[in-house]
């Protein structure tokens, strides 16, 4: 009989591996070629270290070569990792310069490398407690995938969650590829388990296509068959056609299907676990919603056309109660146009390019993609008030509202004149936000008419990617400004060069990293028709690849920089 190798741990992982690895976790993909990796939960509440004690045995890692959806120009390795905790690793294409470093959860996980000539091998490292490293290689795969028919075939990204009574999950239930091809049928475990509050992201090979009826099945996985009601795993269901930018399909409990609504096809489906944790679910321990395949329902896409959705700001008014000025009278109509709320907001007083809601009056927009709640605030407003920027002077102050039906909603908070908003622990996503005026009449002449929305614009929307698609109402800059990083690479400051055009520009300056988290923000404001230098301060970030965003006047544009 073949032995399974065990490494003994003994001894806690060194400090110096750790903070290397840690940076890992964080995604750092440093390459002269792009790579790609499974996007995992990097959780430090899950650290290795805290679920290993020191009699546990740790039972090494498997690399093996899997298909890929085109060999030519990409690679796919799986590693599985049949232990019950994360295992921290290195990987790299020998010999070329494709490194990386990742979290290997329970379960499989996947890497995804660029064809290079002659031959690709994929290398891993990781250590035990001892310190000792170990160290698996293995040649690519030249198999393309065969079609699976009209079903998933790529998990993107999974992060699970505790089972309902704090354990993990066990690490077959996270072998995330029983969620891709066709359904079991049966309950023997053919499913891939969220846990509570875990998610999950699926893609298609092909674009599939929003026909009659129903186009999106979902199949789940119920032990006995139980009911909904018996046994109420739940999951939200978002739709997408470029991975980033979704829209909510509604609520799944157990198998369920959906039509694709506003988009005429897709390639991507995200699954998030709402299944109640406090249910008693026939006192059993549960495991949350368990995927076992995405179907579509009217076959694929013949074409890709542009549905004429638009990113990053409101675009539709979906209610508008007018409230009066102070003295009880009627806003002058030039005010009074809601769909001046819609778009990137111009941040300027030129010409009326605003809505004014009046004392008490109400507007509730839609953003065509959902708004998910990633780290820090994820809304800015933009309010105008003719130059008065002080909320002291002129407190013109609304009450903001999310929403992801447009029925259900949650209190976000209140904004004086321009300010930023956070959704909040616990709110996964919104589509909607409600905005009441919360002005104080007492502080105003008679003829002031509560707050003036210009718009709202999501902050950390898909970073990295293409511009924001918005239109604006009546004045835009008619330059776009040109950027410029140098030193790059930097080891400590870097300076942006910026040059404005005919306008005034206020100007927000992000940087990502390699998986698309804000690490830096500012916002400068930059006269018009000026060479500007704005020196950078990135001491204290860690070496890496990072995307710098430009974002004024609705332009967004962005540069690669790498710090040393």
């Given at each position: 009989?073949?032995?399974?190798?065990?490494?003994?741990?003994?001894?806690k992982?060194?400090?110096?591996?750790?903070?290397?690895?840690?940076?890992?976790?964080?995604?750092?993909?440093?390459?002269?070629?792009?790579?790609?990796?499974?996007?995992?939960?990097?959780?430090?509440?899950?650290s290795r270290?805290?679920?290993?004690?020191?009699?546990?045995?740790?039972?090494?890692?498997?690399?093996?070569?899997?298909?890929s959806?085109?060999?030519?120009?990409?690679?796919?390795?799986?590693?599985?990792?049949?232990?019950?905790?994360d295992?921290?690793?290195?990987?790299?294409?020998y010999?070329e310069?494709?490194t990386?470093?990742?979290?290997?959860h329970?379960?499989e996980n996947?890497?995804?490398?660029?064809?290079?000539?002659g031959s690709?091998?994929l290398?891993?490292?990781?250590q035990?407690?001892?310190?000792?490293w170990?160290?698996?290689?293995?040649?690519?795969?030249?198999?393309?995938?065969?079609?699976?028919?009209?079903y998933?075939?790529?998990?993107?990204?999974?992060?699970?969650?505790k089972?309902?009574?704090g354990?993990?999950l066990?690490?077959?239930?996270?072998?995330?590829?029983?969620?891709?091809?066709?359904p079991?049928?049966?309950?023997?475990?053919?499913?891939v388990?969220?846990?509570?509050?875990g998610?999950?992201?699926?893609?298609?090979?092909?674009?599939?296509a929003n026909?009659?009826g129903?186009?999106?099945?979902?199949?789940?996985?119920?032990?006995?068959?139980?009911?909904?009601?018996?046994?109420?795993e739940?999951?939200?269901v978002?739709?997408?056609q470029?991975g980033?930018?979704?829209i909510?399909?509604?609520?799944?409990?157990?198998?369920?299907?959906?039509?694709?609504?506003?988009?005429?096809?897709i390639?991507?489906?995200?699954?998030?676990?709402?299944?109640?944790?406090t249910?008693?679910y026939?006192?059993?321990?549960?495991?949350?919603?368990?995927?076992?395949?995405?179907?579509c329902?009217n076959g694929?896409?013949?074409?890709?056309p542009?549905?004429?959705?638009v990113?990053?700001s409101?675009?539709?008014?979906?209610?508008?109660?007018?409230?009066?000025?102070?003295n009880?009278?009627?806003?002058?109509?030039?005010?009074?146009?809601?769909?001046?709320?819609?778009?990137?907001?111009?941040?300027?007083?030129?010409?009326?390019?605003?809505?004014?809601?009046?004392?008490?009056?109400?507007?509730?927009?839609?953003?065509?993609?959902?708004?998910?709640?990633?780290?820090?605030?994820?809304?800015?407003?933009?309010?105008?008030?003719?130059?008065?920027?002080e909320?002291?002077?002129?407190?013109?102050q609304?009450?903001?509202?999310?929403?992801?039906?447009?029925?259900?909603?949650?209190?976000?908070?209140?904004?004086?004149?321009?300010?930023e908003?956070?959704?909040?622990?616990?709110?996964?996503?919104?589509?909607?936000?409600?905005v009441?005026?919360?002005?104080?009449?007492?502080?105003?002449?008679?003829?002031?008419?509560?707050?003036?929305?210009d718009?709202?614009i999501?902050?950390d929307?898909?970073?990295?990617?293409?511009?924001?698609?918005?239109?604006?109402?009546?004045?835009?800059?008619?330059?776009?400004?040109?950027?410029?990083m140098s030193?790059?690479?930097f080891?400590?400051?870097?300076?942006?060069?910026?040059e404005?055009g005919?306008?005034?520009?206020r100007?927000?300056?992000a940087?990502?990293n390699?998986?698309g988290?804000?690490v830096h923000s500012?916002?400068?404001k930059?006269?018009?028709?000026?060479?500007?230098?704005?020196?950078i301060?990135?001491?204290?970030?860690?070496?890496?690849v990072?995307?710098v965003?430009?974002?004024?006047?609705?332009?967004?544009?962005?540069?690669?920089?790498?710090?040393?």
């Amino acid at each position: 009989m073949k032995s399974t190798s065990r490494l003994r741990v003994t001894t806690k992982l060194k400090t110096s591996l750790r903070r290397r690895l840690i940076i890992g976790a964080v995604g750092f993909c440093i390459a002269i070629a792009t790579c790609t990796t499974l996007i995992l939960n990097f959780n430090a509440g899950d650290s290795r270290a805290s679920e290993i004690d020191d009699e546990q045995q740790e039972i090494a890692l498997q690399l093996l070569p899997v298909c890929s959806e085109n060999p030519l120009t990409q690679k796919r390795w799986k590693i599985i990792n049949p232990n019950t905790y994360d295992l921290p690793i290195q990987w790299d294409v020998y010999p070329e310069l494709q490194t990386g470093l990742l979290i290997a959860h329970p379960g499989e996980n996947f890497i995804i490398t660029n064809t290079i000539e002659g031959s690709n091998v994929l290398r891993i490292r990781w250590q035990n407690k001892s310190g000792e490293w170990f160290d698996l290689m293995q040649p690519a795969s030249a198999e393309t995938c065969p079609s699976s028919g009209c079903y998933a075939t790529e998990v993107v990204s999974y992060f699970p969650a505790k089972r309902n009574d704090g354990t993990t999950l066990p690490a077959e239930q996270q072998m995330v590829s029983k969620a891709i091809g066709v359904p079991q049928g049966n309950d023997a475990a053919e499913y891939v388990s969220l846990g509570f509050g875990g998610e999950i992201t699926l893609k298609f090979a092909d674009p599939i296509a929003n026909g009659p009826g129903d186009d999106l099945m979902i199949h789940e996985s119920t032990m006995g068959a139980k009911s909904c009601e018996r046994y109420p795993e739940k999951a939200m269901v978002f739709a997408s056609q470029d991975g980033c930018h979704f829209i909510y399909l509604g609520e799944a409990c157990q198998d369920a299907s959906f039509d694709l609504g506003a988009m005429s096809w897709i390639r991507f489906v995200k699954l998030k676990d709402i299944s109640p944790v406090t249910y008693p679910y026939g006192n059993q321990t549960a495991d949350g919603y368990d995927l076992d395949a995405i179907q579509c329902l009217n076959g694929t896409a013949n074409t890709t056309p542009d549905d004429g959705l638009v990113a990053g700001s409101a675009q539709e008014v979906s209610q508008y109660v007018q409230g009066t000025r102070k003295n009880g009278t009627n806003i002058h109509p030039s005010r009074t146009n809601p769909e001046m709320a819609l778009g990137v907001p111009q941040n300027d007083d030129l010409g009326i390019n605003f809505v004014s809601l009046g004392f008490t009056g109400m507007i509730a927009l839609k953003f065509d993609y959902v708004v998910f709640n990633r780290e820090g605030n994820d809304l800015q407003v933009i309010e105008t008030s003719y130059g008065i920027a002080e909320c002291q002077i002129y407190p013109e102050q609304a009450f903001f509202e999310g929403s992801l039906d447009g029925e259900s909603w949650f209190a976000m908070g209140e904004v004086c004149l321009d300010g930023e908003l956070d959704l909040g622990a616990g709110v996964y996503a919104i589509q909607y936000i409600r905005v009441t005026d919360r002005s104080a009449a007492s502080n105003f002449p008679n003829s002031a008419d509560g707050f003036d929305l210009d718009g709202i614009i999501v902050l950390d929307d898909c970073p990295g990617q293409a511009r924001i698609q918005a239109f604006d109402n009546i004045t835009t800059p008619d330059e776009i400004a040109e950027i410029k990083m140098s030193p790059n690479p930097f080891r400590d400051i870097s300076t942006l060069e910026y040059e404005t055009g005919s306008v005034d520009e206020r100007v927000n300056i992000a940087f990502y990293n390699y998986v698309g988290q804000m690490v830096h923000s500012e916002r400068v404001k930059i006269p018009k028709n000026t060479r500007y230098q704005h020196p950078i301060n990135g001491g204290d970030l860690p070496k890496g690849v990072y995307i710098v965003s430009v974002e004024s006047g609705g332009q967004k544009q962005s540069i690669r920089v790498i710090k040393n």
